[in-house]
């Protein structure tokens, strides 16, 4: 079993269209949780951390469930900007350390 | 302006040659880290390095060498015994954990090695 595992899509949806990605992870023990964002051909950018107690940015919403070992991200009224491929991220290190693993990506296109 | 910095952007190797990918960073991070990225994939990781002096293996550490002689840097060797070397690289620094509340990664713009 992977480490972290995503739906790799493609996720094709209208503008206005709220759409949600999970992310399933293996070890129990992980400690710390994050969403990246890639555009094509770019480096991936932090698009934010997902806490225990959920947390939302503008159209963003991020949940953690430690007890089915997943978490998700919830986008709200896409926007033709938010096409991108979409990063889950894993601290899978004991505490003190980092040894983050990145999920495959799930692809999303926003049409107009 | 703070940030990571890899170098070159683009890098042309022949087969058998070992190859040095430049990783430079000023945000005075404690953890760095080395992945590839093959077309349509997901980042697979290479080495890390929580601290000076110090570094392990990810999950696809055969062909590669890495050292972390200073702080800011963490240059990575793709030799020769990289069977399929061409790909997207990317260096990423972080804070340790327990040092601040987000530990999050920061990139660098990557480096494209292509074996002709």
């Known amino acids: 079993r992977k480490e972290v595992e995503q739906d790799p899509g493609p996720f094709n949806v209208p503008e206005g269209a709220t759409v949600a990605f999970n992310c399933t992870y293996s070890n129990s023990a992980s400690q710390s949780f994050f969403w990246y964002r890639q555009d094509c051909r770019k480096e991936p950018k932090l698009l934010m951390s997902?806490?225990?107690s959920g947390n939302e940015d503008g159209r963003f919403t991020a949940q953690l469930n430690r007890a089915s070992q997943y978490i998700s991200l919830l986008i709200r009224d896409s926007k033709l900007s938010d096409s991108a491929t979409y990063l889950c991220?894993?601290?899978?290190?004991?505490?003190?350390?980092?040894?983050?693993?990145f999920g495959t990506g799930t692809r999303l296109l926003v049409s107009p | 302006d703070g940030g990571i910095t890899q170098s070159p952007k683009y890098l042309f190797r022949k087969e058998g040659q070992n190859v040095t990918l430049s990783c430079e960073q000023n945000?005075?991070?404690?953890?760095m880290y080395w992945y590839r990225q093959d077309p349509g994939q997901g980042l697979r990781l290479i080495y890390y390095?929580?601290?000076?002096?110090?570094?392990q293996k990810g999950d696809i550490a055969e062909g590669y060498s890495v050292s972390r002689e200073k702080k800011e840097s963490f240059p990575l060797t793709v030799t020769s015994a990289q069977k399929n070397p061409t790909a997207f690289y990317l260096c990423a620094s972080s804070i340790r954990p327990g040092t601040a509340i987000n530990t999050e990664a920061f990139f660098g713009q990557g480096t494209r090695l292509t074996v002709v």
């Open positions: 991220v894993v601290n899978v290190a004991p505490t003190g350390f980092q040894k983050l693993v």
């Open positions: 945000l005075n991070h404690d953890a």
């Open positions: 390095s929580q601290i000076v002096n110090d570094f």
């Open positions: 997902v806490y225990s």
